[in-house]
């Protein structure tokens, strides 16, 4: 069994950070800290975890913000000297997101050098949020940064919708403000910082969607394959929904003279069970017809409606008079983000975003 999360900030972490920040203050409570931060952190969830941490310095650490980030910015890992990184950083991000805002550009550079060492992409939405033109100029600065983490945490920290994070307001409402960010870091040599910037994408077209076929369209004409991929991988949400003119940017026409014969190998399964899909697919138009082939599987819903999900199949380009056979297995297992009902379910083919053959089964669970 994989290791709670939660256990990322253990006692121990506590600890290194109540010895690193010693070395560098001349006043600092060690035991207060280690009491306050310790004091039942074992029985709370992770964020739990990384404010009661946070709270903890903020009772311990000087009130003068400059003279606090001076200390925090000497805890960081240097050329000639380790410190602090990985999830012990996560406190000291959000310590600065709620003792920072008045001292501004300080705490933007303190989250940057501590960025390369664990992402501060929690730590500057709020600053975003305050004052969103000031910290978008810095940020903007950023996608020229030599550090790699520090690119990506241009474009990962001001997604509209960040898992795990505070949403923001604004840019949800508005998100053009970020295009220029994200547009500078479309060619990063990084697949790294590429594949931040099509989730970011990904989720503006879910409040936006023409903003972002508008954006993709502008951006794909003789584009390299790496930012092609880019652009797709942002348009996932859009592809899966049949959106057509997100279709159109990659040469997915609304599907014609296409013939779907499609089965399952089973009419019945038990919850952790799978299917067998199987599919052809012809076509007999008088030209070739590049089509994209998903599936829906909708769910039955306590009240008996279903609720799709889309899942990704294959692509190809078909000539006329030519088809396809494909096969693969679909598993129905629990997850913690669905819960299961008994009973009649059906599997739609999607070619371009269109419904073009079903198949149903019944579920029971157990």
Known sequence: MAEPLKNLLHPGVVTDIADRIARGASVFD?????RLAGDGLETLELMQRSLKIRDALVETLPQPFAEAAAIL???????DAPGLSGWALLPLSQYVALRGLGEFDLSLSLLRALTPHFTAEFGIRVFIDRDQDRALATIHSWTQDTNRHVRRLASEGTRPRLPWAMRLPKLIRDPKPILPILTALLDDPEDYVRRSVANSLNDIAKDHPDLVVAFVAGHIVDASPERRQLLRHASRTLLKQG????????????????????SLDRSEIVLGESLGLRLAVSHDAETSQKVMI???VHHRKANGASSPKVFKWTSATLAPGRSIEIEKRHAIRPITTRRYY???HRIVIL???????EAGFDLALE
């Open 351 to 357: 070619v371009n975003g269109q419904e073009a053959a």
């Open 243 to 262: 959106h057509p003119d997100a279709l159109g940017n990659f040469g997915f026409a609304p599907p014609a003279g296409i013939n779907a014969r499609f």
């Open 73 to 79: 910015a000497a805890c960081l890992p240097r050329d």
């Open 342 to 344: 008994p009973g009649a």
């Open 294 to 296: 998903d599936y829906a």
């Open 30 to 34: 060690r035991e207060k800290f280690l």
